[in-house]
């Protein structure tokens, strides 16, 4: 295990794919800073008997999207390149035991999801801050402390984000496809279930992704569910298609 | 020219993913129709209590937002297979001009997802009009024939989405890395851009891909900025930008 675990380090860090991804997630930190700016411009230009009532969205929450995808991409590529190149039949040859490779992967997309989003959505928060000021904005007029749970659940709901779209790519074998249901999950299901009449709407708002982090730090819920049930929801987005994955194998046409 | 367009279009409909492509709209119709068939059952058991009253957004105008990333997708896949497998070096030895190779290709993409559009958004508007009948729901509150402006434009998005992706799929040369971008620009970038302080807002959200076909309709809500032609000069940018960029690299670049 550890000598496949090298392997696949070594291949996530020599493909210039994991430096874009890991950049367009970086970026969000700048976005963020430039969007509390903003935000603060409007602020300042407030009447100060209206400044109070003035509300922002938390940067890190704003852009966390953006953060999600570029890392989702991140796991997609980690093995759905090795299905285009033929890569995967050396990979197999080397490390026989596919669920091995798939573990390895696993352990090393999640890693460098939780850098990565730690890193950034920290830096983000932090930056929108420091952007701030003392002015207040909302977002930044709560303690540090009681904002940790929701950020800690944000970075936890990156590293889903990546091992979901390593489990979409092991199981669609392309690029194209695990990206596209990615982003089905991720952003069309949410927008579909809002169309739905009662009482399905309500039913599946609990369960979307996008809602979960908020679940599970317990604030701001919409569908109003338990921060346990939240927990283990957003583990079920990460094992469910790892675990589809593991058992389909990993037919390559050779 | 011409053979340029007959070798794209073999191309098109020999590959995988077009058969992919068209089993996801074929679903996106038949969600649209469940969708309708459902809110009208639905509104039949509770008209008592709701006093008839329901909104309920425009099952067309959904179609043509999700037909667009199936589309959107199509368009990618057409460059990026070619770079992933190396048919590149073949077509470009075949037709040594990127640009003329990258115009055949968004012109054969783009055709196909013209017709894709009006045949989804003008069926999907019959098919849900047809199955929840006078029941009144908010989008067939007007007549069919007031509402062929904004279905024509949503359909149009459908052709905007599918050149933009061959743009993209051109420039970044890789599905993932086009797709993800794509998504960006249909999706996320959208819903950062409404949560901005006014009046920023409204400006930029306006000249999000999404916002466009509304206001070139000329039935844009209270926020939209762009008269239609404004719309139109919009569309047709986002169009061409990434296919004269990805026309100029490909051309820089070693294939």
Redesign the interface.
Known sequence: MTGALAAEWLKVRSVR?TY?AVAVAAATVLLGVL?VL??GS?WDARPPDRQPE?R??RPEQ??L??VQ??L??LG??AI?SEY?TGMLRTSLTAVPRWRTVLAAKAVVVAGVALVVASAVLVGTFAAGRLAAGDRTMGFNTAPVADELPLLLASIASVVVMALLGLGFGAVCR???????AV?GVR??VPV?AT???PPWGARLAGVQLQDLPATIAGVETTGGGEPAVGLVLLVGYAAVPLGVAAVLGPRTEA | MVDLLAAEWLKVRSAR?TR?VAIAVATVVG?MAL?AW??AR?YDRVRADSGGR?E??SPAE?AAW?TA?CLA?LG??TI?SEF?TGMIRTSLTVAPRPGALLLAKAAVVGGIALVTGQLVTFGTALVSRGIVGDRPLGFNAEPLSAEVPVLLAAGLSVLMFAVVGVGLGAVLR????A??TL??LW??LP??TI????P?SARVSSVMLQELPRQLAGAATADGLLSPLGALAGMVAYAALPLLAGAVLMRRREP
């Not at chain 1, 392309?174 to 596209?180: D, F, G, K, L, P």
């Open positions: 794919s874009v969007f903003y935000a409007v003035f922002a969205a704003g852009f999207p953006v995808l570029s989702a991409v997609v590529l759905t285009a392309s690029a194209a496809a695990a990206v596209t982003v952003f069309l579909v169309l739905l009449p | 993913s992919r969600l969708l459902y809110v639905l329901a309920v957004s959904l999700l990333l997708v990618v896949r990026t992933a890789s599905s993932a890395g797709i993800a998504c960006m999706y996320v819903i950062i949560n901005l302080p006014a920023w």
